[in-house]
């Protein structure tokens, strides 16, 4: 059965069985997650489009995203005990993944606008919402412990889609769009 009926109340299960506000701090950081887990999978359909490239890291991400989303939705150390832990390796892994995708691009002088292509729009979506989902994070912490790792992790991936986003715009032929500065400005 899809619905439970269980949450008309404004509550929601947590692992482990304890119950919570759909509003508590922890449901918007995970949930906030899962918005960011539903942008990359699209971005990565849509890099299908362009020949697959970046589909399989950006399906890997979504994994790391699954195992963080479980994280923060558990709040008993007994119960994380128990359950799939994010690695420092898979931070490294986007920093790799950063290095290699950054040394193909033009260097960079100005600040990049959200655009040139559909994809690439998308990847900053995705970037955006990774930085909510570090902030929601960061505020559970200041009142949980949170896995330091998972702040790493997504730090790192706002970055690895920024560039990302670059490299989708050049690959899908657009042109990349920077920000200047409007004449009116200027006076």
């Known amino acids: 059965m899809i619905y439970t009926k269980t949450g008309d109340n404004g ?11 759909k509003n508590d701090v ?10 960011l887990n ?7 359909e849509m890099f299908k489009s362009l020949g697959g490239g970046y589909t399989d890291e ?9 195992t963080i989303q479980t994280i923060l939705a558990t709040e008993s150390d007994e119960w994380l005990a128990k ?10 892994m986007l920093e790799r993944q950063i290095d290699a995708i950054n ?22 979506v995705a970037r955006c919402v990774c930085r909510r989902a570090e902030r929601c994070v960061v505020t559970l912490s ?15 991936l706002s970055d690895y889609l920024f560039v990302l986003s670059r490299k989708a715009v050049l690959a899908a ?6 920000y200047t500065v409007n004449q009116c400005d200027k006076k």
């Open 58 to 66: 950006l399906k890997d991400v979504q994994n790391n995203l699954f």
């Open 173 to 178: 032929g657009g042109d990349e769009v920077f």
């Open 26 to 35: 922890r449901v918007e950081a995970y949930g906030t997650v899962d918005e």
């Open 103 to 124: 040394d193909s691009l033009p260097k960079l002088n100005s600040f990049v606008v959200a655009g040139g292509s559909v994809v690439g729009a998308q990847c900053h």
């Open 83 to 92: 359950l799939p832990q994010l690695d420092e390796a898979e931070v490294e």
């Open 11 to 21: 509550t929601t299960s947590l692992i482990g069985g304890s119950r919570v506000m």
């Open 142 to 156: 200041q009142t949980a412990t949170v896995n330091p790792t998972v702040l790493s992790y997504l730090n790192r």
């Open 38 to 44: 539903s942008h990359i999978g699209l971005a990565a």
